[in-house]
């Protein structure tokens, strides 16, 4: 209470010296707030005006090589450990005896030995022998490069794991192919072959085009066995007899030709390639038909058809003009792939 009355009993101008000094804090305290404020403003605009010169550092990067030479020692010692007794010895007396005993029978030792593990693996290894893994021999080879599975078609041979059949259904290819001696029912039978062959571990598609296009589906599908059934009952079914094709569902509209059914191929990133046609290519860029030009094929097989991993184009050809035969096949070299005319 006297400190309240004595605050009370204060005379105007001591309440005044407390107000300015208040004040006088407050400012004091806020200008200085301003000034580290304009400080900072300043240096970070600085910095955008006088950057910091580039300072390059070399580090030296330090790796150590695998010890191929300790790992191959200690593999050949783990495979020295393994026991591999044998038992030839027969059964003998060394007093005499009015008779002989018998040999004893040969018992599968194999079935009383401890289980040697080298001998598992060579099993399954020789089991995987030809195919990358794929189980099988014989035309299921893989490549010289040990990778993709190995076919043949029309005589081509090639190795893959994504396969890409394209067929120029044209009423001129069919009449071509049949004078040489391949009718439709041959090429869907060679087909039909080629799918049932894949492995599981394969991919394939399957595109018929006249001007518009026609695809099994839209991208490269397993080759599983619902799979392959389903792809050899749309070649018996769907396959296209008439030489021409109208835009429908099943049948996309395509104006920029054998371009458009190329651009779809990229997109479903094949590695091979299997094209059927006579090399006569046109398209309706303008609304007109014309004939399409090589570096427009070109293009596309050195640009995105390659993919990330490649892509070769093979192509089985009917009654080829000699100037397309000649484009054609340097364009089809340029991929790593062949080229074979049948008459």
């Known amino acids: 209470m006297p400190a309240i009355e004595t605050l009370l009993g204060e005379s105007t101008q001591a309440r005044k010296r407390r107000r300015r000094l208040l004040l006088a804090i407050l400012v004091g305290v806020l200008a200085l707030h301003i000034a580290g404020g304009i ?7 600085a910095k955008y005006f006088f950057p910091p010169p580039a300072n390059f550092e070399v580090k030296k990067d330090i790796r150590l090589p695998a010890k191929q030479r300790e790992h191959k ?11 591999k007794p044998t038992f030839n010895d027969k059964l003998q007396s060394l007093r005499p005896a009015t008779f002989a005993l018998p040999d004893l029978p040969k018992m599968p030792m194999d079935q009383m030995l401890p289980l040697d593990p080298s001998e598992i693996v060579s099993d399954q290894v020789s089991s995987l022998v030809g195919t990358a893994g794929l189980g099988g021999g014989g035309e299921g080879a893989a490549g010289a490069d040990g990778l993709g599975f190995g076919m043949s078609f029309f005589g081509i041979p090639s190795a893959g794991k994504r396969i890409l059949l394209l067929f120029d259904v ?9 004078a040489a001696g391949v009718p439709l029912s041959k090429i869907q039978d060679e087909t039909s072959e080629l799918i049932r062959k894949l492995p599981i571990s394969a991919r394939f598609g399957i595109i018929q085009f006249t001007q518009n296009y026609k695809p099994f589906q839209k991208e490269l599908v ?13 070649i018996q079914s769907e396959w296209i007899e008439a030489g021409t094709m109208t835009a429908s569902s099943k049948v996309a509209s395509n104006p920029r030709g054998l371009v458009g059914v190329l651009e ?3 997109k479903m990133q094949p590695d091979v390639i299997y094209l059927i046609s006579d090399a006569s290519f046109q398209w309706k860029p ?4 014309e004939n399409i030009p090589w570096k427009e094929i070109s293009k596309l097989t050195k640009g995105s058809l390659q993919g990330p991993e490649g892509c070769k184009l093979h192509f089985i050809g009917f009654e ?7 484009e054609l096949g340097s364009i ?11 008459k």
């Not at 020692?73 to 026991?83: E, K, Y």
């Not at 044209?170 to 049949?178: I, W």
């Not at 089809?332 to 049948?342: F, L």
């Open 222 to 234: 397993p080759a599983t066995d619902q799979n392959r059934a389903d792809a050899l009952e749309w």
């Open 73 to 83: 020692m200690n593999m050949a010692a783990f495979d020295a450990m393994t026991p």
């Open 170 to 178: 044209s009423s001129s290819v069919v009449n071509k192919a049949s």
């Open 332 to 342: 089809i070299r340029q991929t790593g792939g062949k080229i074979r005319e049948i």
């Open 286 to 289: 303008s609304g007109t038909i």
């Open 264 to 266: 779809l191929a990229a």
């Open 39 to 45: 400080v900072a403003g300043v240096l970070v605009v």
């Open 320 to 326: 080829m003009k000699p100037d397309d035969k000649r």
